[in-house]
């Protein structure tokens, strides 16, 4: 992923192993880490329990903000694939109780269906 890539918002997938190994310490025992995306800074681990939004903040980014959301919690999803002019794949999750969603996109190399087909595994339960 380049930097400007980075700098438009859009997401690169990285191993679970690595993801793991960086934000162990935010799993409950026996939690997995199933796919993970990077931006610049932040990132979205899919574990088998809930998503995590991982914000770090300010120009050094040692502020970092986890935002937990349980899959029972995420009442609908969209995923929108990368065109031909639009090279962005788009993520839209709506929470139970929000009117707007979240937005996250991602880079024409990611596989957009994997992130649906995860979504859907944890979602549809």
């Known amino acids: 992923m380049g930097l400007f890539d980075g700098m438009m918002g859009n997401a690169s997938q990285i191993d679970p192993r690595a993801a793991a190994q960086e934000y162990g310490r935010l799993l409950a025992r026996g939690e997995e880490i199933h796919s993970a995306y990077r931006l610049i800074r932040d990132s979205l681990l899919f574990t088998d329990r809930r998503l ?3 914000d770090k903040q300010g120009m050094t980014g040692k502020k970092v903000e986890y935002h937990s959301i349980p899959y029972r919690s995420i009442s609908h999803f969209a995923v929108e694939t990368a065109g031909t002019f639009d090279l962005d794949a788009e993520l839209k999750l709506w929470l139970s109780g929000t009117a707007e ?20 595994a944890y979602v549809a339960r």
Request: glycine share 8%; proline share 4%.
């Open 101 to 120: 969603p979240i937005v996250k996109q991602f880079g024409k190399g990611v596989d957009v269906y994997e992130v649906q087909a995860v979504l859907s």
């Open 52 to 54: 995590i939004l991982v």
